[in-house]
């Protein structure tokens, strides 16, 4: 059996740069399915909110809602996804779509249209793109520090509105195999490209930081790296003077205990704080670093929350 380490919820101390503001959105996009984007969702919401940071995670993957049940739940909403979007529900009380998971500070948005009604209500709606982008805007989101969408693995309007919500930068979620890479560079730059209209509207698209996913230390996984990162520095791809894509340092390395997290409904650094491993940091660790990249203004928070958990290891 695995144990995890709870830790007792405190509250940051933020300093933001000048011209960022609550709550920071962040979109987990691909539009191949597979990729992992909701097991780092979660992952990145559970490290934010054991951190001390006020964070609300919402599945937006209405056929396979993994986000939704990743983690248990001490109180569930009666509505989700589906009537945040179609604005069937009042929002002054955001119970009525918001569920409180057993993380302490983690709030959660679940995925409820397994008939898929939201896409063709979206499509039809005369703002259907910028539905999330505008719903987000109200009053009960405003006392999150960050929220984090999860997305559906394919090419549609539900994933040109979630990419339409980010305050800032959106996650690319791929793994090192050259299909997935090709997939990515073409599906999700395309879906980008298709919105590049927007910006004369004064809606910029955000920029797209490639997080690479289950990396195995094999030549061909290098060489796929390796390549990927040449197209990006070298600006080969399409629409490469209007679209920003870029390669995070921190790498998920494939291994098994990022699984065992999702399997005990566990954020992974609860489960792994230091590893005698020399070809990969420990889950923890690899959090650390990774959300420290995305949010360099909290990285005290980060290593706090790094020194107690290997504090408790001990």
């Known amino acids: 059996m695995i144990n ?8 940051p101390t933020p300093s933001l740069p000048r011209g960022v503001c609550f709550p920071i959105i962040v979109p987990i996009i691909s539009t191949k399915g597979g990729e992992g984007k909701s097991t780092q969702a979660g992952n990145i919401a559970g490290f934010l909110a054991d951190a001390g940071l006020k964070t609300l995670l919402i599945d937006g993957d209405h056929s396979q ?10 109180y569930e909403a009666p509505c ?8 069937s529900v009042s929002l002054e009380d955001p119970d009525n779509i918001i569920s409180r998971t057993f993380i302490p500070n983690l709030h959660l948005i679940v995925s409820n249209d397994p008939n898929d009604r939201l896409t063709l209500t979206m499509l039809q709606a005369p703002d259907g ?20 969408i999860d997305s559906k693995g394919c090419v549609s309007v539900m994933l040109e509105l979630i990419l339409l919500a980010a305050s ?14 090709r997939e990515f560079l073409r599906g999700t730059v395309g879906v980008m490209a298709s919105l590049l209209p927007l910006e ?12 690479i996913n289950c990396m195995d230390n094999t030549s061909l996984d290098r060489q796929t790296l390796d390549s990927l990162t040449h197209i990006l520095n070298s600006r080969q791809y399409s629409h490469a003077d209007q679209l920003n894509l870029s390669l995070l340092k921190t790498k998920i390395p494939l291994l098994e205990i990022f699984e065992a997290g999702h399997a005990c ?13 020399k070809i990969s940091l420990s889950a923890a660790e690899t959090m650390h670093a990774l959300t420290c990249e995305m949010f360099p203004h909290w990285t005290v928070e980060f290593t706090r929350l790094l020194v ?3 504090a408790g290891k001990q």
């Open 4 to 11: 995890a380490t709870v830790l007792a919820p405190y509250a």
């Open 168 to 181: 800032q930068f959106a996650i690319g979620v791929i793994k090192p195999i050259m299909p997935d890479t």
């Open 265 to 277: 409904g566990q954020p992974v650094h609860r489960l792994e704080h230091s590893t005698p491993r």
């Open 65 to 74: 809602p993994t986000a939704s049940s990743m983690y248990a739940l001490d």
């Open 308 to 310: 107690s958990l290997k």
């Open 129 to 148: 793109r910028l539905r999330l982008r505008n719903q987000l805007k109200h009053a009960s989101f405003s006392h999150y520090d960050v929220i984090i």
């Open 80 to 87: 989700g996804f589906y009537e945040l979007l179609t604005q």
């Open 200 to 211: 004369a509207y004064g809606i910029k698209l955000p920029e797209v930081c490639i997080l």
